[in-house]
């Protein structure tokens, strides 16, 4: 069992930046392709980034690609995604999530951080 805590949300000015982390527990994460997600109101929740277990490879959703970066630091069970260049539409509750690289589905989910952006 893995149990995900996001941290690092809060209001930022539209330009801003914010980096958000995602502390794991209960397994290491070393073996977990780890994403993370976002969800704002009124709206279906959407792929924001992934990063593969060695953290060699990384995809982003069009909408952050060049503003948005995903790491992880496996030896601190922790991943990070740093946001710069914030737009009012980054405004959603953000998810991390893990998943083993065999699989699709993502099994793991923390409980989410708020980052709003005011125009």
């Known amino acids: 069992q893995v149990q995900l805590v996001e941290s690092g949300g809060g209001l930022v000015q539209a330009g801003g930046s914010l980096r958000l982390s995602c502390a794991a527990s209960g397994r290491t994460l070393s073996s977990y392709v780890m994403g993370w997600f976002r969800q704002a109101p009124g709206k279906e929740r959407e792929f924001v980034a992934r990063?593969?277990?060695?953290?060699?490879?990384?995809y982003y959703a069009d909408s952050v690609k060049g503003r948005f970066t995903i790491s992880r630091d496996n030896a601190k069970n922790t991943v990070y995604l740093q946001m710069n260049s914030l737009k009012s539409e980054d405004t959603a509750v953000y998810y991390c999530?893990?998943?083993?690289?065999?699989?699709?589905?993502?099994?793991?989910w923390g409980q989410g951080t708020q980052v709003t952006v005011s125009s």
């Open positions: 999530a893990a998943r083993r690289e065999t699989k699709v589905q993502y099994d793991y």
């Open positions: 990063i593969s277990w060695s953290g060699g490879s990384t």
